[in-house]
């Protein structure tokens, strides 16, 4: 992967309404985490947390105030990017207006292998009835998905190509936005050790703990699944 000038990149390892992560106050700028959806972007405002950083996940009452038009009967909470220093998830949607609007912020990429993010974002996209019932808490998930996928709300086969193709602009627009300053880290989460560059950027120290991975549980789920099935295959028992 071609890295621009003046952009950190290390290799290391969503949600309805915004996941509020408590930390303590902080005294430098605010911390923006701009990946794409399935990119770990709950896992970054999760570290973000136990870097004691007051974090929210998907702020989608952020919204109105920078889609004015198209979310005129939907009201600003400014509250939100007042009373909290780290962002992630949805505010990819407005990088460019969010470091306008807070000049000396950092900003965050995570990344993901192009191939495994298609997966997981078939499966994310699919219309299922649990996330039709979310939609329905949440009246900006149909909004958020359309700006991310270019009017798509669900994931249609035909168009997996667009879908790659969308992720892989938007990450190349990122950084190249970002080229010839210091205030980006590309980071993918995924492959592990994502501490050490993680903190070396925002400067705090690194925390006693494991780098969190939020969706491990899926991972945790699929090998289960398939010992199962192994099981099955080979006729042992389960007091074996």
């Known amino acids: 992967m071609a890295i621009a000038t003046g952009i950190r990149y290390i290799s290391s390892a969503d949600t309805c309404q915004p996941t509020v992560i408590v ?5 430098k700028g605010k911390v923006f985490g701009i990946g794409y959806p399935k990119t770990a972007t709950s896992s970054l405002s999760k570290a973000l947390a136990i870097l004691n950083y007051r974090s929210v996940h998907d702020p989608y009452g952020i919204l109105p105030r920078f889609f004015p038009e198209e979310l005129k009967n939907y009201r600003y909470d400014p509250a939100i990017l007042d009373d909290h ?3 992630a998830g949805i505010v990819c949607l407005v990088y460019r207006e969010l470091d306008r609007a807070y000049p000396g912020s950092k900003f965050i ?11 997981s974002l078939r499966g994310h996209l699919a219309n299922k009835a649990n996330t039709t019932r979310m939609d329905a808490e949440i009246p900006l998930r ?3 998905r359309s700006q991310y996928f270019n009017g798509k709300d669900w994931f249609i086969e035909e168009y997996a190509k667009n879908y790659l193709e969308t992720f892989q602009q938007y990450n190349r627009e990122v950084m190249e936005y970002f080229k010839g300053r210091d205030n980006l880290l590309v980071i993918d989460v995924e492959q592990g050790g994502g501490w050490d560059k993680l903190c070396e950027f925002l400067g705090r120290d690194i925390p006693a703990q494991p780098f969190p991975w939020k969706n491990r549980r899926s991972l945790q789920r699929s090998l289960r699944r398939s010992l199962k099935h192994w099981k099955r295959k080979l006729g042992i028992s389960r007091k074996s």
């Open 23 to 27: 930390g303590c106050p902080v005294d």
């Open 142 to 144: 149909p909004f958020v």
């Open 109 to 119: 990429l995570t990344v993901r292998d192009e191939k495994k993010w298609l997966k």
């Open 85 to 87: 220093d780290a962002f």
